[in-house]
Structure formats: structure tokens, C-alpha cells
T-cell receptor, first 112, second 114 residues
Framework: GEDVEQSLFLSVREGDSSVINCTYT??????LYWYKQEPGAGLQLLTY?????DMKQDQRLTVLLNKKDKHLSLRIADTQTGDSAIYFC????????????FGTGTRLQVFP | NAGVTQTPKFQVLKTGQSMTLQCAQD?????MYWYRQDPGMGLRLIYY???????DKGEVPNGYNVSRLNKREFSLRLESAAPSQTSVYFC?????????????FGEGSWLTVV
């Protein structure tokens, strides 16, 4: 089955860039997603990328997709304390695209 | 804009008790989901419903039942709660997520089984 992996923690200084990485096993995924979860809240869609793209930029967010290595990354430029949250990557399950498989989530901590 | 509403937000159960988590969405979505979130394990799909009247198992369905009462509502029932079911539960809804459509999440239900 589909497997989505992320590192659990990332700590960065305010103003630096953050890079959150994700690897997945299924190459047939169409869209790949990044979700953000703030403390005590549900997940909110942050951004997504279509599988025929290599890069997508949205203000401070840059998503990079390496299909050959099945590697997805989220770069946050000029990281702020408000960016502290858990970030999940998610990909549709190959044999049933109505369901998303989520990674374990990366807890981003931003310190002054 | 209500979006996805789930109740209760917090619940403590004794082992063996039963309860139902309620979920409703007002976005006319066909697909609805129940996930559980545990530390270090991300979100795992319990059950989902692709349309009114249909339900299907996800990754961790054991110990749970669901009911898609109508297009708006999708409930999750624990018939005999166990401590292993202590978790945060999220209901979600979407149109076809494989087409880049957003999955909208409720705010979560914190369940403790003692």
C-alpha cells in the first residue's frame, strides 16, 4: 500500500527558511498536498501541486516535486513564529483516489 | 460559514462504554471521512463514505462503525470503547480529492478511554 514518510521535528530560527520533506511510494498520485495543523485545531489545506509540475510557488511557500525520487518538499521563506505548527503531506491512495494517505506530520518550531 | 462540524469536542469514557461522534457538513460534498490522529502516527483513515448510502473501511476500522445518514451527516460509533481508542478524531469532507479539491476538516474530538 501507499506509504508516506516525514521527519517528526524541525526547529528553525525566525527569519530563516524552513524545508519540510516528504517521501512517498506510489508514483501514480495526481495531486500531492500539504496541510497545516495549528495547536488544538483541525487540518487546513496549505497548498498542493499537480504531479506534472516540478515546482509551485505561492507567496512565502515553495513546493518542489521530484517524481523520479518520489520526494516532495515544502519550503517556507522568512519563517515566522506564526508558522509553528504540524505540517502534513498527503497523497491519494493509488487504487482509490477518493482517499488521502497522510504522512506522520512534521512539527515545526520557530524560535526567536 | 460552518464547514465541518463535529461533536462532542471532548469526551471521557470508561472501558466498555459506547458513544457516537457526530459530524455534519454544509458544503454539499459527496465524500466524508473519519480519521484518528495519534502522536507520531499522523492521521489514519478509519472509515470513509464516497456518497450517501455507501461506506467503506479505511486503514484502522476495527472497533468502529459508521453511518452515512444523509449527504450532510456521517457518524462514528464506538460500541465498546477500549483504552487503545484514546485519540483525537477528525471528521472531514471533500469533493474528489484526486482532482486537487480541498479536504475540509472539523476541529477534532478529543476522546479519552479510561
Amino acid at each position: 500500500g501507499e506509504d508516506v514518510e516525514q521527519s517528526l521535528f524541525l526547529s528553525v530560527r525566525e527569519g530563516d527558511s524552513s524545508v519540510i520533506n516528504c517521501t512517498y511510494t506510489d508514483s501514480s498520485s495526481t495531486y500531492l498536498y500539504w496541510y497545516k495543523q495549528e495547536p488544538g485545531a483541525g487540518l487546513q489545506l496549505l497548498t498542493y501541486i499537480f504531479s506534472n509540475m516540478d515546482m509551485k510557488q505561492d507567496q512565502r511557500l515553495t513546493v518542489l516535486l521530484n517524481k523520479k525520487d518520489k520526494h516532495l518538499s515544502l519550503r517556507i521563506a522568512d519563517t515566522q513564529t506564526g508558522d509553528s505548527a504540524i505540517y502534513f503531506c498527503a497523497v491519494p491512495r493509488s487504487y482509490n483516489t477518493d482517499k488521502l494517505i497522510f504522512g506522520t506530520g512534521t512539527r515545526l518550531q520557530v524560535f526567536p | 460559514n460552518a464547514g465541518v462540524t463535529q461533536t462532542p469536542k471532548f469526551q471521557v469514557l470508561k472501558t466498555g462504554q459506547s458513544m457516537t461522534l457526530q459530524c455534519a457538513q454544509d458544503m454539499n460534498h459527496n465524500s466524508m471521512y473519519w480519521y484518528r490522529q495519534d502522536p507520531g502516527m499522523g492521521l489514519r483513515l478509519i472509515y470513509y463514505s464516497a456518497s450517501e448510502g455507501t461506506t467503506d473501511k479505511g486503514e484502522v476500522p476495527n472497533g468502529y462503525n459508521v453511518s452515512r445518514l444523509n449527504k450532510r451527516e456521517f457518524s462514528l460509533r464506538l460500541e465498546s470503547a477500549a483504552p487503545s481508542q484514546t485519540s483525537v478524531y477528525f471528521c472531514a469532507s471533500s469533493e474528489d480529492p484526486s482532482s486537487g479539491n480541498t479536504i475540509y476538516f472539523g476541529e477534532g474530538s478529543w476522546l479519552t478511554v479510561v
